[in-house]
């Protein structure tokens, strides 16, 4: 196999997705050029999800360009050409849960207090659109209102019943890391061409997921959500935990 490309969610807050990391995923996926890619959390999580205090901080023009930075990050990741594996260390929480459903193969490691999950709906925000239209198809149809309308946050065990993420993964020396790295081989002995195309024909293009008559207005009114003095006052309470 062609050495994998090890794409690192590092930061504050838990691998928070700030504009910072989510520039650096973009710039990780271009290098990668196609590779085989592994995405990995720093420390002790995945991704708790974004950057609250970023996201306390914008205004609606602000936050119309981070949640368009958003969906054009994850939106990279869910099309990119070659084989992606994400390994669970830790937390995948909201924007953490999305990077994991953006990859093709998801383990978590059998750790009791982790948890994934979608919470977006329990913090009164609107999920952006083509990062809905990703959720749509990744989570299965008859969870996905348990998923996104329950919010909740689920253990491992009950992540691969949702469809969260594919597989537990025990404790062991090697961990999570080391069994992604396995998954990674053996979807990586595809035909590069083969898999890139078939991938294509599953997932559409970011146009597909979203057609831009419909994605700038609904950009638009999720902003407006997202910026509202209610929404403001939840977070502020997140953060002041």
Sequence with gaps: MTEPYVLHLEGPGKNALSSKLMERILAGL???????????????AFSAGLDLREVASLDAPRMRTFLGLLERCMTALYLYPGPTVAALNGHAIAGGCVVTLCCDHRLVLDAPRLRVG????AL????????MAIVKQRVP???LSEVVLGAGLFAPVEAVRLGLVDEVVPAVEGGVEA????????LA???AKGYALAKLDLRGTAESLCPSEVHGPALTEACALWTSAEVKERLAAVLAR
Excluded: Q, S, Y
Aim: proline letters at 10%.
């Design 141 to 143: 149809l008859r969870h």
């Design 118 to 121: 979608l919470n977006e709906v």
């Design 124 to 131: 009164g925000v609107r999920f952006p659109p083509r990062i």
């Design 189 to 191: 002995r595809h035909p």
């Design 179 to 186: 069994m992604a790295r396995k998954r990674l081989e053996a």
């Design 30 to 44: 271009d290098e990668a050029g196609g590779r085989p890619v592994l995405v990995v959390g720093a420390g002790d």
